[in-house]
């Protein structure tokens, strides 16, 4: 068991993030201290153990006011704090008075009731730590996330030409904010004007959507993309296996770099080179044996490269970012963050190949296109899946209709329970890499963090399954946005593939007369801007999240990422600014200053309904601060209470831009 209450809490500040801390403020001996000012803006400061950790998620504040509350009572009482707190207790009184009623024993029924009131307190405590927080208790802070971003964005898109498309940008792919339709308040019919022209307008339409149809696809009980059975599927038939599971002759330099598969940053260019353009199955093969899940999960090594090498001829390779390698990257990504001490011995074989095993998978027979884009093109994909992660399911459809493959099925030997526990687990991975579920993880994994945090238990308990999946999805989306936190030759090599895949997408969009979705646009690109946005707003507040999931084995890929911004910072041009925006050469980060306002009241008043003692309608913000640094870790100090427990059993309407 890792207790990391002993690590050292320094870290470089993160001044980039989202997150960020408030001023340092004054505090008093008490382990949380509460800080509330005029405008009801709520802020906690743990000094347990984290040094000042900033708590932002609505559960855990809760959790820790309460908390303090208890701490008080017995500073007030000097009743001595039971050891162990009661499963069970009446929600009445034990002192035998009636609520209000004046005591009538004088000093033993002042400590009977004392003593009552920390039992009680203590119940709650156990109630509200031992719930569930991926559903109901997360969705606060992502509602509370989300709009705390929009805000910054909409300040954002003001503030320079480029402005705007990047906020677009982010807003429409990483927010999962379905299109809001506003009811008419006239019917068509009783309005002539609208009836001749939308007779008009449906005459032109019907013609140019006769003509944009696409040929028909196959029948929609079919699986689009998945191939024939090819040629290479049974071809490991003899005695000897490749070493690494490709033939090359390059054999010797494709080891040494598979030598380094536990490593971050590793040359995967090199490798897709030496393996004959064949990086996931060698990097996938190596990964598998060297972890000995072959045998663990008794999968014939034989099965498993005709699997692997089938499904990496479903990757499409004419795209320029995702194909192939971007899954082997993925996928070795996923083997190093699997390999953090803080992990070590917390999931099972099943759970580990299950987590790998989805990062393989997770965007095959991608078309290069975003979901979106297979939305507004009304693609049989789109229809299929009712638009709703369109891309991730296909992923998995493909995938699992691959095993079906004769010599393909690396699950054979399984029991059925296993199975279905594993294809559960790689479904609900894979659709987690949907990138407009991007704040709902993040809301989610740093609810998870701080509540354990504040519980103060030393450890993060991983005892459910809703636990469990909720890191290992998490983990598989911090590999899948893990290119800016390579070293720096790296990053720039993946940031050109994807945004030429964007632009091929914007070249179609623009031939076939459609709006041309944000950053796809190759004659107004921003490349360098939308990088530090990209890096501000999602990458560096996932992965701080994370970091202090993991305190300190993170700490590293967060120096890289922070050098990384800078570079792209430094290569921003020039430009003036738009009409009626204040130049000022000093404000070289997106940081925007953020108030509550009456509206965000309005945002959050389902929540704040019957929350008597302030509730979240005093967690929305922090005094002085940014919204980046209302939603701040403690710059990396102290981690989620202290390790993980070793296993024991600016944006309204906008479409989701999902699909990278």
Not at 137 to 144: E, T
Not at 328 to 338: F, I, K, P, R, Y
Not at 650 to 659: A, E, L, R, T
């Amino acid at each position: 068991m890792l207790n990391k209450n002993s690590a050292s809490s320094q870290s470089l500040p993160r001044v980039h993030s989202f997150f960020n801390m408030i001023p340092s403020i004054m505090q008093d001996d008490l382990a949380l201290t509460i800080l509330n000012d005029r405008d009801n803006m709520f802020s906690i400061k743990s000094q347990r153990s984290h040094g000042e950790d900033l708590i932002v998620t609505p559960f855990a504040q809760i959790l820790a006011s309460l908390r303090s509350v208890r701490n008080n009572l017995l500073s007030l009482t000097n009743v001595p704090a039971s050891n162990k707190r009661p499963n069970q207790s009446s929600s009445a009184s034990r002192s035998g008075n009636p609520p209000g009623a004046p005591l009538s024993q004088g000093e033993e029924a002042y400590t009977r009731l004392a003593t009552d009131t920390i039992e009680e307190l203590d119940w709650c405590l156990d109630q509200l730590e031992t719930i569930q927080t991926h559903r109901s208790v997360s969705d606060m802070a992502s509602l509370k996330f989300k709009r705390m971003l929009n805000k910054e964005l909409s300040h954002f898109s003001e503030s320079s030409r480029s402005g705007n498309q990047i906020s677009e940008y982010i807003c429409s792919t990483f927010l999962d904010k379905q299109q809001e339709f506003d009811l008419p308040s006239l019917r068509v019919e009783d309005n002539p004007e609208l009836v001749a022209a939308n007779a008009a307008a449906g005459q032109q339409s019907a013609g140019q959507y006769a003509r944009s149809r696409s040929p028909r696809g196959p029948p929609m009980s079919q699986i689009s993309g998945v191939k024939r059975p090819l040629s290479h599927t049974n071809s490991f038939t003899g005695e000897r296996l490749p070493t690494f599971g490709v033939e090359t002759p390059r054999e010797n330099e494709l080891g040494t770099l598979l030598g380094e598969l536990d490593t971050w940053g590793i040359q995967i260019f090199s490798i897709g080179e030496f393996s004959v353009n064949r990086p996931l199955t060698c990097v996938a093969y190596t990964i598998f044996q060297s972890r000995e899940l072959l045998t663990s999960l008794m999968i014939p090594p034989k099965t498993f490269l005709n699997f692997m090498s089938t499904l990496e001829d479903h990757y499409v390779k004419d795209n320029p970012f995702h194909n192939s390698l971007h899954a082997a990257d993925v996928t070795q990504s996923t083997n190093v963050l699997l390999n953090t001490p803080a992990l070590e011995g917390v999931f099972t074989p099943l759970e580990v190949g299950g987590a790998l095993f989805a990062a393989c998978i997770h965007d095959v027979d991608h078309p290069g296109l975003t979901n979106q884009f297979l939305v507004n093109s009304s693609s049989e994909l789109a229809l299929m899946y009712n638009d709703e992660s369109v891309l991730e399911n296909h992923h998995l459809a493909v995938a699992f209709k691959l095993l079906q493959n004769q010599g393909c099925d690396i699950f054979c030997n399984m029991q059925k329970k296993q199975r279905q526990t594993l294809r559960k687990m790689v479904i609900d991975i894979v659709l987690s890499t949907d990138m407009s579920k991007h704040m709902s993880l993040l809301a989610d994994l740093k609810t998870m963090v701080e509540t354990k945090k504040v519980a103060g238990s030393g450890v993060l308990l991983l005892d459910n399954y809703t636990d469990r999946i909720q890191v290992l999805e998490n983990l598989v989306h911090c590999a899948d946005l893990s290119n800016p936190t390579k070293p720096l030759p790296l990053y720039k090599r993946w940031v050109a593939l994807l945004m030429e895949e964007f632009f091929l997408q914007g070249d179609k969009e623009r031939e076939s007369g459609m709006d041309i979705s944000p950053m796809c646009d190759r004659h107004n690109a921003t490349i360098e801007k939308s990088q530090v946005g990209f890096i501000d707003y999602i990458v560096h507040p996932l992965w701080e999240t994370w970091a202090d999931l993991v305190h300190p084995d993170a700490q590293d890929i967060l120096d890289t990422l922070e050098e990384n911004r800078d570079y792209y910072q430094s290569m921003i041009p020039p430009s003036p600014p738009p009409s009626g925006v204040d130049e000022n050469p000093q404000e070289d980060r997106i940081r925007f200053q953020v108030t509550l306002e009456e509206s965000d009241q309005e945002n959050l008043a389902e929540l704040e309904e019957g929350d008597e003692s302030g509730g979240e309608s005093t967690t929305t913000g922090t005094t002085g601060t940014t919204a980046a640094s209302a939603l701040s870790g403690a710059g990396g100090g102290g981690g989620a209470g202290g390790g993980v427990a070793p296993r024991t059993g600016g944006c309204q309407n906008q479409p989701q831009h999902g699909g990278m």
